[in-house]
């Protein structure tokens, strides 16, 4: 694996790849990288002749308060499990790098923006947008990989590529949890025992309420209002939201069918968790 800093290496490298008849494959991260983010770039590896991983905590996604300075880094240990998963370039930039002067060019995604992390961190997806364009721009990649632990962002790239008519396949990933059903994520470090011990509630309200489903319920609102039954039982919990929506787009249907997602996010202690859930609703 090498590791470049510079926009100018990545372009070397995959010009060189594409050149020989090769596909680029792009897995951004912001690194402190645990098994979530391994399968990703394994799922690269398999699908793609050069894999570049990204490694950038892109501060234009934080909002004014929130953790971009304390977000947790280890470069040592993501550079042994990214080199361990197949990658062939690892692209870790400073920020000067990326930005060497203030941005006056963002990319604005709208309507699906609209909800959920949209509206508790209304300039996030922005950041998400802006950032992920100018990796696609600088790597050149037949094809993205992104977690479906963040769905929502799944949902914002891949009508960004679409508006854009951007080259690429956008590929989302299942999200890896561990074993008592939390989703893996590098924020769960600032989780204190005993909220630890509290955070897989989230999975247990997301399968509470595609158990409802399953039992036939189709009312969007019925649905939401268990998971929410779900969180509002742990005491440690702070509920944000429960939605279930159309997975696309992520409005709300007044009947659930086809593909839906359920969306839930609350405040465990100080760290905000999110997770998702995919039910195919088959039609009749
Ligand atoms: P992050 O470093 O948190 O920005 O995440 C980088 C990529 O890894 C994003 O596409 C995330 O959705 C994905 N990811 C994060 N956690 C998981 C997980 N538990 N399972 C699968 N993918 C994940």
Redesign the pocket.
Known sequence: MQTVTTIAEVRRLTDAARRDGGTVGL???????????V??MEAARRECDLVVMT?FV?PLQFGVGEDFEAYPRDLERDAELSEAAGVDVAFVPAVEEMYPEPIATTVTVGGVTDRFEGASRPTHFAGVATVVAKLFAIAGPSRA??????WQ??CVVRRMARDLSLPVAVVA?????EPDGL?????NVYLGPAERAAAPVLHRALLAGRDLIDDGERAPAAVEARMAAVVDAEPLADLDYAAAVRADDLTRPDVLAGEVRLLIAARVGPPRLLDNLGVTIATA
Do not use: I, W
């Open positions: 897995v951004p991260t912001m690194g402190y990288l645990h098994e979530g983010h399968s990703l490694n892109n990989y992104f977690g479906e632990k963040d962002q799944v990933c299942p999200t890896l949890r989703a893996r994520s590098s924020r």
